[in-house]
């Protein structure tokens, strides 16, 4: 009877960290609760018991360990590391949504969207309701440039949660690269609706208002977009497009130029960028991206 009802303990406790996983900070929370499972189940069943349950299932509860420690380092931006305890995660136990979700997380940041797609096909294929699964595999879509798939991609992830600020703003970002201005701006006002403070939502919308020809919304929409972010060049390049698309080259050039000085990437950008087609051979704009 102790030992039927320490493994339903165990079963218990191993399910809900699985479930959890993606919600917990730290690794002092994995092995706390690990420590606390020991003495717990050791109480019940004494040292044979105990020994009998980890041998059964300590492998899977470790490869929960190994998610941790992977978050930590997805966190802080360490890709290639993460895959390693992903990896070793996955030779425990292949069988969670989440292991697999990170892996195509990792392999997607690392620029290696085909590999990416797989792994979130098998997170999904785990569980298919896993709404950020079918988002990431969207972004690994739209980075290969098949948007219309991506698409797809984020509006079954919002079929199963319309909450999630970033797949509205992935949506609205695919609907621009289409062209579909009005879907585009539906989209980032979703995102904005769920988190005001996002500047790129306020600067990419303002993309697509002017893409209906609404420059003076644009130009609200950029408004808040440098107030919330005065030090995010893009913002500062699309407000130059803006002005250009005015005819007001004293003031395109000028925001041009503080964008190219807050990073110098945007000079290659505006010497393909039709908004700027009539400054090309403007002097000044040629100084500013030489």
């Known amino acids: 009877m102790k030992l039927s009802l320490a493994i339903d303990c165990f079963r218990r406790i191993y399910l809900n960290l699985r479930f959890c996983q993606q919600h917990m900070n730290t690794l002092d929370e994995i092995e706390f609760a690990m420590a606390g499972l020991r003495m717990l189940l050791k109480e019940l069943v004494g040292e044979k018991g105990l020994a009998y349950l980890f041998h059964r299932w300590e492998g899977e ?25 992903i990896n070793e995660s996955l030779e425990i136990y292949e069988n969670d949504a989440i292991t697999w979700y990170n892996k195509a997380l990792c392999l997607g940041e690392l620029g290696l969207e085909a590999e990416a797609i797989k792994a979130s096909d098998r997170s999904l294929k785990l569980n298919p309701e896993y709404a950020p699964a079918w988002c990431n595999k969207g972004l690994s879509l739209y980075n290969l440039g098949r948007t219309r798939e991506a698409l797809n991609a984020y509006e079954k ?23 579909e201005f009005s879907m585009s701006i539906e989209a980032f006002n979703k995102a904005i609706k769920l988190n005001p403070k996002k500047a ?20 609200r929409a950029n ?5 919330l972010a005065p030090k995010d060049a893009e913002a500062w390049y699309d407000r130059a497009c803006l002005y250009a698309l005015k005819n007001d080259k004293k003031n395109s050039l000028k925001l041009l130029s503080k964008a190219v000085k807050m990073n110098r990437k ?13 400054y090309w051979g403007d002097k000044e704009f040629r100084k500013i991206t030489a």
Do not use: P
């Not at 929960?64 to 305890?85: E, S, T």
């Not at 790129?200 to 130009?219: F, N, V």
């Open 266 to 278: 945007w000079k290659h950008y505006a010497k393909t960028d039709e908004d700027f087609l009539k």
């Open 200 to 219: 790129a939502d306020w600067y990419l919308k303002g993309c697509a208002l002017s893409g209906l020809g609404r420059l003076k919304e644009a130009l």
């Open 223 to 227: 408004d808040k977009a440098v107030k």
């Open 61 to 85: 509860l470790y490869s929960v360990y190994l998610n941790y420690k992977a978050a930590n380092l997805i966190d802080n931006h360490r890709y290639k590391q993460a895959l390693k305890y």
């Open 157 to 179: 992830s919002l079929d199963i949660n319309s909450n999630r600020w970033t797949v509205w703003h992935n949506k609205g970002m695919a609907h621009l690269r289409l062209k």
